[in-house]
């Protein structure tokens, strides 16, 4: 009897965490933009191999940064440049992602990190 508890226990974790990309997706703050700028090499590659896009949000990283460190986020942006850019190279080169941010009126040369969430929605930051 303990075994299953702790196997029910186990499933619910691993489907809290399933869902977890959608709702920082979705309630996005100045902790996951720092993420998902230093994980810009990652998201490059991700971004590349998508196919099927559901939507796009566009979260502005100024907005989330009131009251934080704007410091701390440029270095972050500094630091990061090259996956940055490779970044933007992937959106502008993946057909499907680049004519969702054109629908979405984004300038890819504003992105500084994305997000995409198991649903198929991406989540730029811009600044």
């Known amino acids: 009897m303990q075994f299953t508890k702790s196997l029910v226990g186990a499933a619910g974790v691993v489907a809290l965490l399933a869902f977890t990309p959608a709702i920082a997706a979705n ?3 100045f902790g996951q933009v720092m993420s998902s700028i230093q994980a810009s090499k990652t998201g490059a590659t991700d971004i590349q191999a998508m ?3 559901k939507s ?3 979260v502005m990283v100024n907005d989330l940064a ?3 460190n704007i410091a701390a ?3 972050a942006v500094t630091k990061n440049n090259t996956d940055i850019s490779a970044l933007r190279t992937a959106m502008t080169s ?3 992602v680049n004519q969702a941010l054109v ?3 984004v300038d890819v040369s504003t ?3 994305a997000d995409i969430a198991n649903d198929g929605i991406l989540t730029v930051y811009v600044r």
């Open 94 to 96: 993946n057909t499907a």
């Open 27 to 29: 309630n996005a703050n």
């Open 111 to 113: 992105v500084v990190a």
């Open 73 to 75: 986020l440029d270095a």
């Open 66 to 68: 009131k009251g934080e």
């Open 51 to 53: 196919t099927t896009l």
């Open 103 to 105: 629908d979405a009126k």
């Open 56 to 58: 796009v949000n566009v």
